[in-house]
């Protein structure tokens, strides 16, 4: 177990992972979806590059030729450049890579802290730092007092949360105990 000086990593950990929700969010709220998740699907190449980049490891040719790949199937299954805005699409694009980055960057923290920490320990610990950080942003939720109010949107929203979260923590226990983003 780290001493009490390591807990700036899970807070970093979680500040990543809230910027990519944000960041993803936001380019398909504001932006366009169908421009959105061809670029989001770019984390993989990120993921390489950042991990060139900040030298924790040089990606294998087998790697990189694997990103590039994933991602120019999604790019030809998923792009579709709407005909509207050019102002709008750039936006997304912006939006959609910030996002991209910070789970990059996420999956990288991970993978770098994960040997000290202990796969047990440094995921429910960034997941609690993850909820709270979260709170902050709810004055940002459109009508958060009627949404919150309303019981149906309680169930749909702790069901949305928990769904999210699992799917979360498998994605960090995995890149934890084998040690690759």
Same mark, same amino acid.
């Given at each position: 177990?780290?001493?009490?000086?390591?807990?700036?990593?899970?807070?970093?950990?979680?500040?990543?992972?809230?910027?990519?929700?944000?960041?993803?969010?936001?380019?398909?709220? $504001?932006?366009?979806?169908?421009?959105?998740?061809?670029?989001?699907?770019?984390?993989?190449?990120?993921? %390489?590059?950042?991990?060139?980049?900040?030298?924790?490891?040089?990606?294998?040719?087998?790697?990189?030729?694997? #990103?590039? &790949?994933?991602? #120019?199937?999604? &790019?030809?299954?998923?792009?579709?450049?709407?005909?509207?805005? /050019?102002?709008?699409?750039?936006?997304?694009?912006?939006?959609?890579?910030?996002?991209?980055?910070? @789970?990059? &960057?996420?999956?990288? %923290?991970?993978?770098?802290?994960?040997?000290?920490?202990?796969?047990?320990?440094?995921?429910?610990?960034? /997941?609690?730092?993850?909820?709270?950080?979260? $709170?902050?942003?709810?004055?940002?939720?459109?009508?958060?007092?009627?949404?919150?109010?309303?019981?149906?949107?309680?169930?749909?929203?702790? @069901?949305?949360?928990?769904?999210?979260?699992?799917?979360?923590? @498998?994605?960090? /226990?995995?890149?934890?105990? /084998?040690?690759?983003?």
């Amino acid at each position: 177990m780290p001493d009490w000086t390591s807990f700036w990593q899970p807070l970093v950990i979680a500040i990543f992972y809230i910027g990519g929700q944000c960041g993803i969010l936001a380019a398909v709220s $504001l932006g366009d979806v169908s421009v959105a998740t061809p670029v989001a699907s770019s984390k993989v190449i990120i993921v %390489s590059l950042f991990l060139m980049l900040l030298g924790v490891e040089a990606p294998s040719l087998t790697t990189w030729l694997s #990103a590039i &790949l994933a991602t #120019a199937g999604v &790019l030809l299954i998923n792009f579709v450049v709407p005909s509207a805005d /050019y102002r709008r699409v750039f936006m997304t694009v912006i939006l959609a890579l910030a996002g991209a980055s910070c @789970f990059a &960057l996420f999956d990288i %923290s991970v993978q770098t802290w994960s040997p000290q920490w202990g796969t047990g320990r440094i995921v429910p610990v960034s /997941y609690w730092m993850v909820g709270l950080l979260s $709170l902050g942003l709810l004055p940002w939720v459109d009508r958060p007092r009627a949404m919150l109010q309303k019981r149906l949107a309680w169930k749909s929203l702790s @069901f949305g949360s928990l769904l999210v979260a699992i799917q979360a923590m @498998f994605l960090v /226990y995995a890149i934890s105990w /084998y040690g690759d983003a």
